[in-house]
């Protein structure tokens, strides 16, 4: 389904719960360590990913690229998560244990998981000598007026760690870290040799408004505070580890180099090395679009730079900082970002979203009060800069989200405010609808007493209110099921128009309090072998979501094991899922064929390619005999498959293990960059380039380049590395007219089409063979 449980894990909580708990950052080598641990979770994947902090955007796609199965779901936002290989970056902070944590109470809603995790990951004693504040601290408690500032530990923590160098700019993020850590410690050493203390107390005294963010300087008492702490310096070195966990991050290092002047002037090398580092930072802000939209640059230690480049790695569907201070719920910081710019010029972010649309998403009321009473957004004047009922790209509003999330309160709050309770998103569902897909009794309550609640509500597809209660990740969802069933007289197996049932939602999302139930109903002519419209069966959707319980759970009711229309029984939805024990479970307890292929000519094997599990791949291959080298109708191998999902594990096992042939292309001429281009996996087309030695300038039958593949697969730096490393040309058209930036703009990437037009002369009113553009 389209809609997306709210949850809210404010930093605050994060600090009070976890903080000794490891924030080394994670990477994708870290996938199966943290996948372990909360595997048991899939059920709640849409919860966690929030809790990620991934974009609604990136839920939705994943959702529909694996029909709602938990534990792909899993999978691939922990792949997501922990490559950042989407181009709008987590603003709470790099993946690290502590976030796992978080992400497991919050969005798992397992605090006794996520205290074991907490125990077996503890935070190290001390920082290593060097390395920069936000890396390898722990989290300090702050007021919500101290988290804008560039100063901030929390704040820096969520601009400094991007180094996984597969995310639109990530890489050259640390190299400036990395940069920036070696002057910091060439910089420590120098006083060292050269003390100065008392002076060095006295400026900074003298100069504190220069350590506070845009708020805190003009706060008397947070001036005070910090004159305080440096009369109780008594050493160098403590002064330098002061200033390395609160004052200094790579984007806020004004005052190091002010101190660089004026005590050591005659360090040479030293006021080099800071001078190269400042044009290197400048560079990547002002030529790689890293600042944010109308952000004072001053306040973030850079001067000359344009306040109107916005970077999606920091601000995903908020994409400025009014946006993201009101999905935080940082009120004083909005109140200083309105007194500052305005709010006219937050009319939309990158993704049509509002500061309603982040405060409703937040659940933050008194932001909402703000926006609207101060900013005169008064859904009741033709004048108002940002009504409320104002659309995001999904089409959904602030009302939407609000009842999307079950908050009560923000509901009741836009209603009395007159907003337009008949909106239907982009997916065609309404506020009640939604509202059951939150799983919150009271909301629909609400509904009822407003006379909103619609029970006879569907979307296109014919699902209906009962579909939308079984979405729900909420664990009291059972009990609105109920209520809606009795209430309302409805049909407990009803069909949407594909002919799917409640049960059937329920079991594809995981929803085992209500699978139960379902179960234990006596309901007459309820029929447990009925198949949907395409021959799904509660066995094939069991297997997809990939829960053994659930799988053994409906043992007892002798489901036959049929075959859908597309020829694919359970063993292929259960290669599908990622889940090993699945997949070996239903083979043997149901005698079947490990190695049937469906309509499309894909075995298991390749489905389980598709799902980037690896165990699963070669458990197939080395139980089953499974054959990797199998062709499908379209002339492509497991190979193919594993690198057009991205996952270079498995393609390197398939290469090195399994010989496979890397040089067998499929009926289109499409090659191994082909694919992996397409996958947007910037390590994966490295591996196939340098150390497969394979074409990275090959052409489809069609004329495509693996640069065309690559400007839909929204990697930036992918692209960058395709045009100037392997001189792929960014003008050449495939056979039906079409350039790269053609397919950049039907990914909708908006760096990509200003790379192409500003860098490479690329205009948007060229057209293809059939006169499109």
Wanted: net charge negative.
């Amino acid at each position: 389904m389209a809609g997306v449980e709210a949850v809210t894990a404010s930093n605050h909580s994060f600090s009070l719960d976890f903080v000794d708990v490891c924030d080394k950052e994670l990477n994708i080598k870290d996938f199966y360590p943290v996948y372990d641990k909360i595997k048991p979770l899939s059920s709640r994947w849409k919860s966690i990913a929030i809790s990620f902090r991934l974009r609604i955007d990136t839920i939705r796609t994943i959702e529909a690229n694996y029909r709602g199965d938990a534990v792909s779901c899993l999978q691939e936002v922990l792949e997501c998560w922990l490559k950042k290989d989407y181009d709008d970056y987590q603003t709470n902070g790099i993946p690290c244990w502590r976030r796992v944590c978080v992400a497991v109470k919050e969005g798992g809603g397992d605090s006794a998981l996520a205290d074991e995790i907490a125990r077996e990951h503890p935070l190290p004693a001390m920082p290593p000598a060097g390395s920069t504040s936000s890396k390898e601290k722990s989290t300090t408690l702050e007021t919500d007026e101290v988290a804008m500032s560039p100063a901030s530990t929390d704040r820096a923590k969520v601009y400094v760690d991007h180094p996984e160098i597969n995310h639109p700019l990530a890489k050259k993020i640390y190299e400036l870290q990395d940069e920036f850590s070696d002057a910091l410690q060439l910089t420590m050493e120098s006083f060292l040799k050269k003390p100065a203390l008392p002076k060095i107390l006295n400026y900074l005294t003298m100069h504190v408004h220069a350590l506070l963010g845009p708020i805190r300087k003009n706060n008397p008492a947070a001036v005070q505070a910090v004159r305080e702490e440096f009369s109780d310096i008594e050493s160098m070195s403590y002064l330098l580890v002061i200033w390395q966990d609160k004052y200094v991050s790579w984007f806020n290092y004004e005052l190091i180099i002010k101190l660089v002047r004026v005590f050591l002037s005659d360090n040479r090398t030293l006021k080099r090395t800071w001078s190269a580092y400042d044009e290197k930072l400048k560079d990547y802000f002002i030529n790689s679009g890293g600042l944010l939209k109308d952000a004072d640059a001053v306040q973030f230690g850079v001067q000359g730079v344009p306040p109107d480049i916005c970077d999606p790695l920091w601000y995903e569907n908020t994409s400025t900082p009014l946006h993201e201070a009101a999905w935080r719920g940082l009120k004083d910081e909005v109140q200083w970002l309105l007194d500052k710019f305005g709010s006219s010029t937050y009319h939309h972010g990158l993704h049509g979203w509002t500061p309603l649309h982040s405060a409703s998403y937040g659940r933050h009321i008194e932001i909402l009060q703000l926006l609207i009473h101060q900013c005169g957004i008064d859904p009741n004047e033709d004048t108002c800069d940002v009504p409320p009922d104002q659309p995001d790209n999904s089409n959904n509003t602030a009302l939407l989200y609000s009842a999307m999330g079950g908050h009560s309160d923000l509901v009741e709050f836009y209603i009395e405010r007159n907003c337009n309770t008949s909106q239907i998103n982009y997916y065609s569902e309404s506020l009640s609808l939604l509202a059951c897909q939150s799983g919150e009794l009271a909301l629909v309550h609400k509904l009822e007493s407003l006379n909103l609640f619609s029970p006879d509500d569907t979307t296109k597809s014919g699902a209906g209110i009962l579909h939308y209660t079984c979405c729900s990740m909420n664990n009291k969802s059972v009990e609105l099921f109920k209520y809606l069933l009795n209430r309302y007289q409805l049909f407990i197996d009803v069909k949407d128009r594909y002919g799917r049932t409640p049960l059937q939602f329920a079991s594809w999302f995981a929803s085992s309090s209500v699978v139960e139930y379902i179960k234990a109903s006596t309901c007459p002519n309820f029929d447990i072998n009925a198949t949907t419209n395409d021959g799904q069966s509660l066995l094939h959707w069991a297997s997809h979501n990939g829960s053994t319980l659930l799988v053994k759970a409906l043992e007892e009711y002798n489901i036959n094991c049929t075959l859908t229309n597309d020829g694919r029984s359970p063993v292929h939805y259960a290669a599908w899922s990622g889940s090993t024990s699945v997949l070996s479970y239903i083979i043997s307890q149901y005698n079947l064929n490990a190695n049937d292929t469906d309509t499309y000519g894909y075995t298991p094997l390749v489905y389980s390619c598709q799902s980037g599990s690896i165990n699963s791949v070669k458990y197939l291959i080395n139980n089953h005999n499974s054959d990797p080298n199998i062709t499908d109708k379209y002339g492509m191998t497991c190979l193919h498959c594993s690198c057009r999902n991205g996952h270079i594990d498995i393609t390197q096992y398939l290469i090195e293990v399994q010989h496979c042939d890397i040089n067998k292309t499929d009926i289109e001429g499409r090659t191994l960059v082909h694919h992996a281009a397409w996958s947007g996996n910037f390590d994966l087309v490295e591996y196939l380039i340098t150390e497969q030695g394979l074409s990275p300038t090959a052409v489809t039958k069609y004329g495509l380049t693996a640069l065309h593949y690559a400007s839909g697969s929204l990697n930036l730096s992918l692209v960058k590395e395709l045009i100037t490393t392997y001189q792929l040309d960014p003008h050449k058209t495939d056979s039906n007219g079409k350039l790269p930036i053609h397919y950049a703009a039907e990914s909708g990437d908006i760096l990509l089409l200003e790379l192409y037009m500003k860098n490479y002369k690329c205009s948007l009113s060229l057209t293809d063979n059939k006169g499109w553009n």
